[in-house]
């Protein structure tokens, strides 16, 4: 054979060889096939341009991806629940005593709700003061801030709602001291506690309305803002903090180094979860008894009890004045000045560091902390 021969038979074999190799195999087939139909290559490579501000309070913005993930959790699990929950005050309990003690793994999934729900809770807590502090609100964050402070009410909805499907002693007669507040609202309490419970006392109506506003409406106006927020993260990126000098910031690109923070930040809470869960999973309770005294030392879930505990506090009249309605229209005013907050602090609106809505922040948090202590400390005050 010619020498040239063997070269161009060479040259065919490897041609042929590296054909085979451009080839995709049959799980990249698939890869390909969804990824030319869905477009998520876009979204990859938005993911690989895109750069998260870091700071020396960084730290404070991994809060928020924590809530996402929660809600996740929350999402999840819910459904998982829903399997096997009965919204009826005959069967209710029962159906949590049946997932607790003959679902396999039934007791994990009900405690990793319940503790995860307060954990959200708790972490959108630290995430709005975190915000305040840090004056993330001003232009052009202002929609920003308004949709994070919905999304806390409607969580704190979600944590009202939920605890009283289980339908014991304990949900039962909490809610009935909540929603006994709510019918204090001067001007529209009797109308809205009515609403909400389907009439005058707790009963099944009620037990249904609770199950679908924590199913279907809630979740329904969670998703909007929860939405509408996340968008505007995309869009306007991460506030970068009054004051820090621009050679303190540096950007590092989300994924995957912002990415893979968040998700070991994810991984310790969900280990912490699963410890709470092993260690102290959450209780079925003595099914409600309507007819029953109310037992010494109900109080709301923890995440009401300042608004409680200064109820309990203040005097019945105050210049002629029912207290706790008046103490009620300050929390209505309060919330909606703080809610308006990036609308009066000018100072952050022009860049500027504003001590006071600083003082009005840490203010807000100690009275909290204070009241929530004292609920605890004193509980037959």
């Avoid at 704190?156 to 304990?170: C, D, I, R, T, V």
């Avoid at 329904?220 to 970068?240: E, K, M």
Wanted: proline fraction near 6%.
């Amino acid at each position: 054979m010619k020498p040239w021969g063997n070269q161009n038979l060479l040259r065919n074999n490897k041609q042929e060889t590296s054909e085979l190799s451009l080839r995709p195999k049959k799980g990249q087939k698939f890869l390909l096939y969804l990824a030319e139909r869905f477009s998520w290559q876009a979204i990859v490579d938005l993911a690989k341009k895109k750069t998260v501000p870091e700071h020396p309070y960084s730290f404070w913005t991994y809060f928020g991806g924590l809530c996402l993930f929660l809600f996740v959790i929350q999402v999840i699990t819910g459904l998982l629940l829903l399997l096997y929950y009965v919204p009826s005050i005959d069967r209710a309990h029962e159906s949590i005593i049946y997932i607790m003690g003959q679902v396999k793994f039934g007791w994990l999934i009900r405690s990793v709700h319940s503790w995860t729900a307060n954990i959200l809770i708790g972490v959108i807590f630290v995430h709005m003061f975190s915000t305040f502090l840090l004056k993330a609100y001003r232009p052009p964050r202002e929609i920003t801030w308004i949709t994070g402070f919905f999304l806390l009410l409607i969580f704190m909805a979600f944590g009202f709602s939920g605890y009283l499907l289980p339908w014991n002693e304990l949900s039962f007669f909490a809610t009935r001291v909540g929603t006994d507040i709510l019918g204090q609202i001067p001007l529209i309490g009797r109308a809205l506690k009515s609403f909400v419970l389907g009439g005058q006392e707790i009963s099944g109506a009620t037990l249904s309305r609770f199950y679908w506003f924590h199913i279907a409406v809630l979740p329904c106006l969670a998703f909007l803002f929860l939405g509408i927020h996340l968008y505007l993260i995309q869009v306007q990126g991460i506030s970068r903090p009054i004051g820090v000098k621009p050679e303190k910031i540096r950007e590092i690109p989300f994924f995957p180094d912002f990415f893979l923070r968040d998700a070991v930040i994810w991984s310790l809470v969900l280990a912490l979860i699963g410890v709470l869960c092993v260690f102290f999973p959450w209780e079925i309770g003595k099914k409600a008894d309507p007819f029953a005294p109310t037992p010494l030392g109900i109080r709301p879930e923890w995440y009401f009890t300042f608004m409680f505990t200064t109820l309990k506090l203040v005097p019945s009249h105050i210049l002629g004045l029912e207290g706790e309605k008046i103490i009620l229209l300050i929390f209505a005013l309060g919330g909606l000045f703080w809610m308006l907050v990036p609308f009066w602090d000018r100072k952050a609106y022009r860049d500027q560091n504003n001590p006071v809505t600083t003082a009005i922040g840490v203010a807000v948090i100690l009275y909290i902390s204070i009241m929530t202590l004292i609920t605890y400390l004193f509980p037959r005050l």
